[in-house]
């Protein structure tokens, strides 16, 4: 277990997550982040896109705690209560759904949270259900369940929605939305799709040579169309920070 | 099979025609399981056995004719001496069962979960498996003497290596994005091991079981035989000094039921506890 020279791991109020110089590499020729700031408010949903390895699940790993065997430095400033969605649901085969949303839950009433939270997402009656009787979206949606029950502070999802259909994306998408109105967690939302980040976020943040690139304020309100001219515009900005010709995508 | 499928009644069936007439692609899998399958092996091979003795081709000094078998089997029961032997020879088994797969599991428990304790464990435990069980025995003997704690030990240790070597395999197989998981839930090391390890693990352990069970049939046989003065090896001992085929036939049996009873035992709790997986077997 290396540890990070100089790095503060400390719980706070104020902002949800604060990132002073975040440092990380995996070999001697490059870091992956090199000295990344990012401060997340309380309640603010950030979605972070940037090009495939550019080291978006990197930081998304350190903010969770999860690359203690990564070299780096930095200060990471989390809240108490951190969860996290992975682009695979994650269930436990040999639990059945309402186990694995509860797993890890102390206290009398985690079986009646976890119920509620499945009925949240849509899953009630499938408690004793195993995970491979759910279907892909569905498997995710207990996800959803899991990391909600503990009432997080943070959600850090990588590419959740990544591995579904696009209509089950837009699904989950209000499910998420829905979510977060009633919960207001801060979100650090990893996303390959532009158009994902404007519909969900209030802010999207573009990772470049492992620094935040372009941080940029999503203004549209809540009914957000990709029709919006200002939607497009936004996306125009987006991907050409990503690197994309215009051209290419028209 | 695929008519005893149906639940609703599909269209464009013709009304009152119970069948579905389905066109039922042929799947890779075995298909469904159908109850009793597993016997019809056996119930033929009996039923040649039968064919043999009664036409004659089956020399009775060879092989006694079942129905010999079946008089000597009840003669055997209703003087006691069958029932006094099986307990002897089961409690024999079980005990030593019990005791291997028990040390077994910690070992692999200990040497999974801890990399000193695979370090002090995994390499003896690999040099034991290289020695057969069975070629410990002189030694065991001269230790403990030829009582039941020979015995017992002997079968223990040929039980333990198949629960140490599929329990630690299933152990490590475990894939770790569920221990990465573990971690953002806030697991402890005890939870850890209650909901992951030991689930994870399961599947492992239950084929070592069948492998232990199977093991423990074997040594038994052996150790009762070296030198027993009761259980059923040392009945069909003595019946083969005596040339009493019937009776060793009797014995014979009485071991494969054991085997079979333990085995089914096993394979009736491997579906039990592994009802979430899915695999050809269970689909
Ligand atoms: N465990 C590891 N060992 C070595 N290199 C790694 C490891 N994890 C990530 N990397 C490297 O770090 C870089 C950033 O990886 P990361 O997974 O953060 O990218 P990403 O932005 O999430 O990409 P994607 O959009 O494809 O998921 C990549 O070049 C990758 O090869
Ligand atoms: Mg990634």
């Known amino acids: ?250 | 099979m695929a008519t005893a499928a149906v639940e609703a009644p599909i269209t464009g069936v013709v009304p009152g025609k119970a069948t579905d007439e389905r066109v039922v692609r042929r799947r890779l899998g075995p298909g469904p399981r159908v109850p009793g399958t597993l016997w019809i092996g056996p119930v033929l091979l009996l039923g040649l056995w039968f064919l043999a003795s009664a036409t004659g081709v089956l020399d009775p000094r060879t092989l006694s004719e079942p129905w010999v078998v079946v008089e000597t089997a009840q003669r055997l029961i209703a003087d006691g001496r069958l029932p006094e032997a099986l307990a002897t020879s089961a409690y024999r088994a079980a005990l030593g069962l019990v005791i291997g797969v028990v040390v077994g599991l910690a070992l692999a428990l200990v040497s999974g979960l801890s990399r000193a304790g695979e370090a002090l464990i995994d390499g003896p435990v690999q040099v034991k498996r290289a020695i057969p069980s069975l070629a410990l025995m002189p030694l065991l003997i001269l230790w403990l003497g030829i009582g039941e704690p020979m015995k017992v030990i002997t079968i223990a240790l040929g039980v333990l290596i198949p629960i140490y070597i599929h329990t630690h395999n299933g152990l490590r197989g475990i894939d770790s994005r569920y221990a990465e998981l573990a971690e953002t839930v806030g697991l402890g090391r005890g939870a850890f091991v209650r909901h992951v390890v030991l689930p994870g693990a399961t599947p492992g352990f239950l084929l070592g079981l069948r492998f232990a069970v199977l093991n423990a049939l074997l040594s038994l046989v052996v150790v009762e035989q070296v030198n027993a003065t009761s259980g059923i090896g040392h009945m069909i001992t003595l019946a083969s000094s005596y040339g009493q085929t019937e009776i060793i036939v009797v014995g014979l049996v009485v071991y494969a039921l054991l085997g079979l009873v333990a085995d089914g035992i096993v394979r009736f709790t491997e579906r039990k506890a592994l009802a979430w997986r899915r695999t050809l077997e269970s689909h």
């Open chain 1, 1 to 250: 277990m290396a540890t990070h020279a100089g790095e503060s791991l400390t719980v706070s109020a104020g902002p949800a997550v604060r990132v002073e110089g975040l440092r990380r590499s995996f070999s001697e020729a490059g870091g992956v982040l090199n000295g990344l700031d990012l401060t997340i408010g309380a309640g603010e949903f950030v979605a972070l896109i940037g090009r495939s390895g550019s080291g978006k699940s990197t930081l998304l790993r350190a903010l969770a705690g999860l690359d203690r065997s990564v070299a780096g430095s930095g200060v990471v400033d989390v809240p108490e209560r951190v969860s996290v969605v992975f682009q695979d649901s994650r269930l436990l085969p040999w639990r059945r759904v309402l186990d694995n949303v509860t797993l890890g839950l102390t206290g009398s009433d985690a079986r009646e949270r976890g119920l509620e939270a499945l009925s949240e997402v849509g899953l009630e009656g499938r408690d004793r259900a195993w995970p491979h009787e759910l279907s892909g979206g569905e498997q995710q949606r207990a996800a959803l369940a899991r990391s909600l029950v503990r009432d997080p502070q943070l959600l850090l999802a990588d590419e959740p929605f990544g591995a579904l259909d696009a209509l089950t994306r837009i699904k989950m998408h209000k499910l998420l939305e829905k979510l977060y109105a009633a919960h207001n967690p801060a979100i650090l939302l990893v996303t390959h799709d532009v158009d994902e980040a404007i519909a969900l976020a209030d802010r999207v943040i573009v990772l470049v040579d492992g620094v935040v690139g372009s941080d940029i304020r999503i203004d549209l309100g809540s009914k957000r169309s990709p029709g919006d001219p200002r939607f497009a515009s936004l996306r125009a900005q987006l991907l050409t920070e990503l690197g994309v010709v215009e051209e290419e995508v028209a």
